[in-house]
């Protein structure tokens, strides 16, 4: 009976110990620093109990699910879109989700994977101001006087720039920031991108004082954007799970889910 009762307990601990070593053999999963953009909405949105939500958030975790291998931290991290991107170019993070390609940006990044998805800019101006814009000339016969304001340190800026013609107020970090700028008539116009920039008017308390032109001024896609001292097989690792994604039509869904 002693050896009957020693063979069971031999494979118990057999059934019990195998998972556990395994598990103690597995490799740990390669964590990828990153953190939640702040006024970058869709892509990263305050839940209201202390937890971040949205696009981007949903990308990561459908690529943890996809590749468990693959762990992002500081995904609930609030950080000004400048010292995300000091970061990123230092390399004290090693990724950011959904940034748009720009020639400055081009030279400190590894841009990689296929693109999110796309983004369309537009001018929102006051409710009560009946300006009319077509394209571009029309913003700048507005002359001088009428400021354009956007984000400090976003993309928007170096489009303009990069157009000429325009006053430009880069002064501002945040979007709730700009929109009562532009409400209190310290600008004639907010270059801003969608989506979200209906549910960015509601969210501010804003909707009905300011109104988003539907002439769509630019248009740019969005990829996932690494240190260029990450090392490549995480980079090239995470590009799989994202073409998988896109295949497998997921990115395209949780676009609509946050559009």
């Known amino acids: 009976m002693g050896g009957k009762y020693s063979m069971g307990a031999a494979l118990l601990v057999a059934a019990i110990g195998l998972p556990l070593l395994a598990a103690a ?6 964590q990828l620093r990153t953190a939640a953009q702040e006024g970058s909405e869709p892509k990263f949105l305050a839940a209201g109990n202390g937890q971040i939500v949205g696009l981007c958030i949903d990308i990561m975790r459908a690529v ?11 995904d609930q991290q609030w950080k000004p879109l400048i010292r995300a991107n000091a970061e990123l170019a230092s390399g004290l993070a090693d990724v950011a989700c959904a940034l748009q390609r720009t020639p400055e940006r081009e030279k400190i990044f590894h841009y990689f994977g296929p693109a999110l998805y796309t983004i369309d800019y537009h001018f929102l101006v006051r409710s009560d101001d009946d300006i009319a814009i077509r394209n571009w000339n029309d913003v700048r016969d507005l002359g001088p006087g009428a400021v354009v304001l956007v984000n400090r340190g976003y993309a928007a800026g170096e489009i303009l720039a ?9 002064s501002s970090p945040r979007a709730e920031l700009n929109l009562h700028k532009l409400i209190a008539g310290r600008g004639r116009l907010y270059f801003h991108r969608g989506p979200g920039l209906t549910g960015l008017l509601e969210r501010t308390g804003t909707a009905d004082k300011v109104k988003i032109l539907p002439q769509v001024m630019y248009s740019a896609k969005l990829y996932f954007a690494a240190s260029k001292q990450l090392d490549s097989k995480a980079r090239d690792r995470l590009a ?3 073409f998988v994604l896109e295949k497998k039509g997921e990115l395209e869904r949780l676009m609509r889910k946050w559009d």
Do not use: H, K, N, Y
């Not at 053999?25 to 390669?30: E, F, G, N, T, V």
């Not at 943890?64 to 500081?74: A, I, K, S, T």
């Not at 990069?162 to 880069?170: C, Q």
């Open 240 to 242: 799989a799970a994202l």
């Open 25 to 30: 053999q597995a490799p740990s999963p390669i």
């Open 162 to 170: 990069a157009m000429g013609g325009f006053t430009v107020d880069a």
């Open 64 to 74: 943890e699910q996809l590749d468990p291998g693959l762990r992002f931290v500081g």
